[in-house]
């Protein structure tokens, strides 16, 4: 059994639709959804604000299940990948945050799944939501999600978090 930090995302389509879509995917494994938040894209500006949302799932799936289950979501979701325009808009953007195999958080560094995500501990989008349903995660490698949202580069986009609407 182990459990997970999935980060979710949408800035294409009925953004709350796509968002609602996956999270019905995770049926059977929620533990938790956060609320949702606008956001503005991240790595690349000139496309529509994201609906971003960040579940906590657990079930007999392996880190690299996860990742599978995510792109399953994706898939299902109508996602194309850009291969020129990493940080393209998206219907729906499912990443595998962290993992955890009972009380211990898994950490790998492979070109296919880095857990924890490598960038999570960067970005507002994912630590805003994480905060309200799990404040008192420590992302390996990082620190408390509470020191990491004071962090200058993330304190400074914490502001531009807004709620939105609920998905549950």
């Given at each position: ?9 949408s800035n294409l389509?009925?953004?709350e ?8 995917g995770?049926d ?8 949702s938040y606008w956001?503005?894209?991240w790595g690349d ?6 609906l ?10 392996s ?10 979501l994706e898939q299902?979701g ?5 291969p020129?325009?990493?940080?393209a ?5 499912v990443?595998?945050i ?5 009380d211990?958080?898994?950490t790998q560094?492979d ?7 490598p960038?999570a501990h960067l970005?507002a989008f ?8 799990a404040?008192?995660?420590d992302l390996?490698?990082?620190?408390p999600i509470s ?8 304190a400074a ?12």
């Amino acid at each position: 059994m182990t459990r997970a930090v999935l980060a979710l995302g949408s800035n294409l389509g009925d953004q709350e639709a796509n968002l609602r879509k996956a999270l019905d995917g995770l049926d059977g494994y929620l533990v938790k959804v956060s609320g949702s938040y606008w956001t503005p894209p991240w790595g690349d500006p000139d496309q529509p604000e994201y609906l971003n949302a960040v579940a906590l799932v657990d079930g007999d799936v392996s880190a690299d299940g996860w990742l599978e289950l995510a792109h399953e979501l994706e898939q299902s979701g109508g996602r194309v990948r850009d291969p020129v325009r990493r940080y393209a808009p998206r219907t729906l953007d499912v990443d595998v945050i962290a993992v955890w195999d009972g009380d211990e958080q898994l950490t790998q560094d492979d070109p296919v799944l880095t857990l924890p995500h490598p960038r999570a501990h960067l970005r507002a989008f994912v630590l805003v939501p994480l905060a309200e349903i799990a404040p008192d995660i420590d992302l390996a490698g990082h620190g408390p999600i509470s020191q990491l949202l004071t962090t200058d580069e993330v304190a400074a986009d914490v502001p531009t978090v807004r709620p939105g609407p609920p998905l549950r």
